[in-house]
């Protein structure tokens, strides 16, 4: 697909603003930018709501391993995509699979929203060895302590190792807020990506 079809299929979408549980216009549109055209490589999604992302994620990687506890249903957008593989399970209780999610270019982490809950997952998709970790929410104050601070040790954690190659945060910016019950603002970026060296 090209890419000004892609982006305008984000455009079709809800954006943050209109539904908080999914990602902006912003960062999809990034990872469009960063990713496209598509790879040979294949993507791990940890926590996949409705699949929205999902399906931007189907237009630049090979195959996406979606996982999520809850089973697909109507409002499930990637249905006709089948180079989705829907993963029913529990991150943090279910065993990973790493026997079958292989090439795994990168992995985007946007599960339970708990400092602990984010350094499982980034521990445990260490494990393929990807070049990149996606993180959504990094920079909401409600998460800021929470997936925003786990974000920020486990980059510290990387350099040390001589791991890390490169931090860039994107999407939503500082002052910017959704509208919802909550009143999500952001203090700073949405989303940050990783880039490791191995």
């Not at 984010?118 to 521990?123: E, I, M, P, Q, Y």
């Not at 929410?137 to 990387?158: E, F, H, P, W």
Request: charged residues 30%; contains cysteine.
């Amino acid at each position: 697909m090209e890419i000004e079809k892609i982006k305008q299929l984000i455009k079709e979408m809800p954006d943050k603003y209109e539904a908080h549980g999914t990602t902006s216009h912003k960062f999809k549109e990034f990872l469009v930018d960063k990713f496209y055209p598509k790879r040979d490589t294949n993507v791990l999604e940890v926590g996949c709501h409705k699949g929205q992302t999902t399906l931007i994620l189907s237009k630049l990687f090979n195959k996406v391993y979606a996982m999520n506890i809850n089973a697909p249903d109507d409002n499930w957008h990637c249905y006709n995509e089948s180079n989705v593989i829907h993963e029913h399970m529990n991150s943090y209780g279910d065993p990973w699979k790493y026997d079958k999610w292989e090439n795994i270019e990168a992995v985007l982490i946007d599960c339970v929203h708990e400092y602990s809950a984010v350094l499982k997952d980034t521990a445990n998709a260490l494990k393929l060895k990807p070049r990149y970790l996606i993180y959504d929410d990094y920079g909401i104050k409600q998460y800021r302590k929470s997936v925003g601070a786990a974000i920020d040790d486990m980059c510290n954690t990387l350099t040390k190792q001589g791991k890390l190659k490169d931090f860039t945060k994107f999407g939503l910016e500082e002052g910017e807020k959704i509208s919802d019950d909550k009143g999500h603002a952001f203090i700073d970026f949405e989303g940050a990506i990783i880039e490791l060296q191995w």
